[in-house]
């Protein structure tokens, strides 16, 4: 079995699972393998038993390293069965199954794979690895390294979530809130006495579905606006006197969420009390950016053709580290399928994890080892 399949599976046997934040063991592997390969490993923990790790292997030059990415918390089960155990990391027909198999333990195993394959040559360029811990509820991990001020400057960022191995240039940010609006209760039987909050709220919801935002992107589309939860009110025979409801919005690089703020609280009025919960945002790479050379030259040698540039719905640590690494080029490329991300039974196929390793290692050759 290859390196990268037997890393995977070590990684899944660990059920790192977010929330409550069990990473530690998963971090703990990694920098005990990533030291023998020669690497100097540190972390650090955003909160208490929650460390991410930050992995370096110098290189004779002073340009700035190569740098992979990933995180090895993982999404709970769900309510629904599984039909294989979530942490056995089976391998049948081809496949790895267990919770996060795709997204992303896979991609992590190839990468660190490709890496610790390349560490016993002399290397022209770093080599540096970001592995965090809480990814799934907020990038905490990742914004946790960029504001300790401990990554530096990279000169490309590969992140390894699932893509298919295939190139994604482009990803949008999310601008999460709670709105909540005040009303008056009294009782049910006399509604004209209070002020019904849940009335005020759809009110508000409505302007919001009404709502355009500026611009388009080529890979992306436009930003949206998801109503994602609504609760109000105490009791069945009181008029509700408070309703809170949350909104999603996935904004296009480019837009900043400082500008979209304002178009919210204009379409619900002043009286809406506005609660930011995530902000975080996406990233563009031109598909002309030279430094995406080394990764369509392994692209091309692995699979035998040209890749398609993408865009991706979901957010990943990019959205902490690229600013953090100083806008570094970046591309989203793993050999996890986006579709089976967070679903039961949850699998990743083999041969497009040994494919990632393969499109890695030849990234490493040109930039590292060339």
Known sequence: MSDCIRIAQDLIRFPSMNPPGEEAHCIAYLGKLL??????VDTHEFAT?????????????????????????????????????????????????????????????AFVAAVTQAAGRRLSRGIMLAITAGEETGCEGAFDLVNRGVLGKASLLIVAEPSSNELILAHKGSLRLAVTARGKTAHSSMPHLGENAIYTASDWIGSLRRLDFPGTHPLLGATTLCVTTMNGGLNLNSVPDAATFTVDVRSIPGLPHAEIEPALRTAVGRRAEIAVIMDVPGFSTPAGER?????????????GEAPTPRGAPYFTDASALTPGLGGVPTVVLGPGDMEQAHQTDEYCVIQRIEEAA??????????CTG
């Open 358 to 367: 393969e499109i890695y290692a030849g990234v490493i050759a040109a930039m």
């Open 49 to 109: 038993g929650r460390p991410s790790l930050v992995a370096r292997l110098a290189g004779v030059s002073n340009d700035p390293p190569l740098c992979f990415t990933g995180h090895v918390d993982v999404v709970p089960l769900g309510g629904n069965p599984w039909t294989r155990a979530p942490f056995a990391a089976e391998v049948a027909d081809g496949r790895l199954y267990g919770r996060g198999s795709s997204d992303m333990k896979s991609g992590i195993a």
């Open 35 to 40: 030291e023998r390969a020669g690497f100097a």
């Open 291 to 303: 430094a995406l050379e080394p990764v369509v030259a392994a692209y091309e040698k692995a699979r």
